[in-house]
């Protein structure tokens, strides 16, 4: 038999199930704040959020600010050696992070400069996988049959396809003008559609196998025993509830693009010269033997790609963590 205690605040009062132990109301937490709050618990993720915000920020406003990357400084190279004047290549207040042998251009300028568009290229062909994988994936998943299959297996066929190759022979095919479009503008288009483009088959199997396990939920039933047709549970049910492995696994392609366009720059197939991008610099140092005269011009945009890098993963990994709880 149910007992039931009366718990009124004052005579005649309703129950204070809310109230806390000093009284105040009790709120809720939403399952964003939830995240958050875990999210700032892990120093590491937070620390790798933080150097991420600050490389947009120096990405943004950073060639506003920097001297032009493509100034000469000829009186900071000794022209006997052809490398820079002091110790360290030429680190000075005027010139922080030195300068680069035989032509005396600022470094740090060049490597903000080649953030921006390194940045720019990353992000834009992770936001064309992360659309295409997810709209296949959630197609995939959801319908299954030989539309699953379809998709299944043209996803095994980009993931089999030699992207390095191709990009290095698109990249020598395209004229200097196509589509409107001419320069670096046309090379940053094509970056993005090869990176981009022929990436998505990683995000749509996530998406694939999520959309596998969601399909068969309650929620998903109750939807369909509506009378909701299949658009209307894809992009109102399934798709609100794949936002989370979206965010991280793009958080983890953005650094796999980075090193992928670093290295068609590396291999002379990225931005035309003299526009500064961290693979150039490193390709440049290699080629003209700066390495042997001025060991810092190799070692500045490498430490850079690296900082990018593992800031982006370690921001993955801690947004993983707190947007499943499952994983702590």
């Known amino acids: ?37 875990r999210l700032r618990r892990d120093k590491v993720a937070m620390g ?8 947009i920020l120096a990405a943004i406003v950073g060639p506003h600010v920097v001297q032009s990357p493509d100034t000469f400084h000829e009186n900071l190279i000794d022209p006997t050696f052809q490398r820079p004047i002091g110790t360290f ?15 005396g251009r600022d470094l740090l300028a060049r490597i903000v400069v080649g953030a921006q568009y390194s940045l720019l290229i990353a992000f834009l062909a992770t936001l064309l996988s992360v659309i295409i994988g997810t709209f296949f994936g959630v197609v995939a998943g959801y319908f299954g049959g030989w539309v699953d299959t379809i ?14 190759v191709f990009a290095l022979a698109l990249a020598g095919v395209i004229p200097d003008s196509s589509f409107g479009l001419s320069g670096n503008t046309l090379r940053i288009a094509v970056l993005i559609f090869v990176i981009g483009f022929f990436n998505w088959p990683y995000i749509g199997r ?11 939920r309650e929620f998903v039933d109750a939807a369909r025993s509506l009378g909701a047709r299949g658009p209307y549970i894809l992009f109102r049910e399934l798709l609100p509830n794949l936002v989370a492995p979206i965010l991280v696994y793009s958080t983890l392609l953005i650094p796999s693009n980075i090193l992928f366009e670093a290295a068609l720059d590396y291999l002379g197939v990225g931005l035309y010269v003299p526009t500064p991008t961290w693979g150039q610099m490193l390709s440049s140092a290699v080629t003209n033997q700066y390495w042997y005269i001025d060991p810092e ?32």
């Open 48 to 55: 790798g959020g933080i150097v991420v915000v600050l490389l």
């Open 1 to 37: 038999m149910a007992v039931h205690i009366d718990v009124a605040s004052g005579p005649g009062g309703p129950p204070d199930v809310e109230a806390g132990p000093e009284g105040k109301a009790i709120e809720g937490r939403s399952l964003g704040q939830i995240a958050w709050m």
């Open 89 to 103: 290549g030429g680190i000075s207040l005027a010139h922080p992070f030195g300068v680069e042998p035989q032509t």
């Open 297 to 328: 011009y190799m070692l500045v945009p490498g430490i850079t790609i690296f900082i990018t890098v593992m800031a982006f993963n370690l921001f993955g990994d801690g947004l993983r963590d707190a947007l499943d709880p499952k994983t702590r």
């Open 151 to 164: 998709i299944a297996r043209a996803m095994d066929v980009f993931l089999a396809f030699p992207l390095l």
């Open 206 to 216: 996530i998406i694939r196998g999520q959309t596998l396990s969601l399909r068969e």
